[in-house]
């Protein structure tokens, strides 16, 4: 899908920010800006609902590869792709993780020929940019493009007051009516950090996916 130039730029802010902090931090934590237990939270709040063994999962915004650390240390094989657009976090992540694969890529203009089940992306908004809604519902539309079972993105949440000037925070009010506007099956969680929120958007309605439910 073609970029506006608006989008267009964003994208290079949001790259040369992850670039400098991947080459610059002295720790993968430091990198990026999340501490492992947050990042654990965050991938805790989406594996503990959703079955991926066997599954293809594509990693948007992969960072150092930690999402892929924390699926094998929950023993889940899947078909895994990590995606970043931070050369130096790619390079960071193969340099960790030499029997993963990772790629540059920037999904907004990548067609990979293909869909995955999931597609996942953990905190790929805290980079301020002057049109986040504008990129956050490009963003949010590509990775629903591009799943067959759901798309997940965990963002800051503006309900959180401890946050420094430099970071950027989602309304979850807002990104859930741009959710709804893609599908209408979307769960928002809210319960797992003070300062973040996900969202996970569906191609079928949960309740179709449980054969030990009592629905007739």
Excluded at 90 to 104: K, T
Excluded at 136 to 154: G, N, Q
């Amino acid at each position: 899908m073609p970029e506006i130039p608006e989008i267009k730029t964003s994208i290079e802010r949001v790259s040369a920010h992850w670039n400098n902090k991947a080459i610059e931090s002295a720790t993968d934590c430091a990198r990026v800006d999340a501490s492992l237990r947050a990042q654990r939270m965050r991938f805790e709040a989406f594996v503990l609902h959703h079955d991926l063994q066997g599954k293809s999962v594509l990693d948007v915004g992969c960072g150092v590869g930690d999402f892929w650390a924390h699926l094998c240390a929950r023993g889940i094989q899947c078909e895994y792709l990590g995606v970043d657009i931070a050369p130096e976090m790619i390079r960071r992540s193969r340099e960790r993780f030499p029997q993963a694969e990772f790629a540059e890529r920037n999904i907004l203009d990548w067609d990979p020929g293909r869909t995955f089940d999931f597609v996942v992306a953990f905190g790929i908004h805290s980079v301020k940019v002057p049109n986040k809604m504008e990129l956050f519902t490009a963003l949010t539309r590509r990775k629903f493009e591009l799943c067959s079972v759901a798309a997940h993105t965990a963002v800051l949440t503006d309900r959180y007051a401890g946050f420094g000037p430099e970071a950027q925070t989602c309304n979850p009010e807002e990104s859930l009516t741009v959710a709804l506007a893609i599908t209408p099956y979307v769960v928002l969680r809210h319960d797992y950090l003070p300062n973040d929120f996900s969202l996970t958007l569906y191609r079928r309605p949960l309740i179709d996916t449980r054969a030990d439910l009592l629905l007739a």
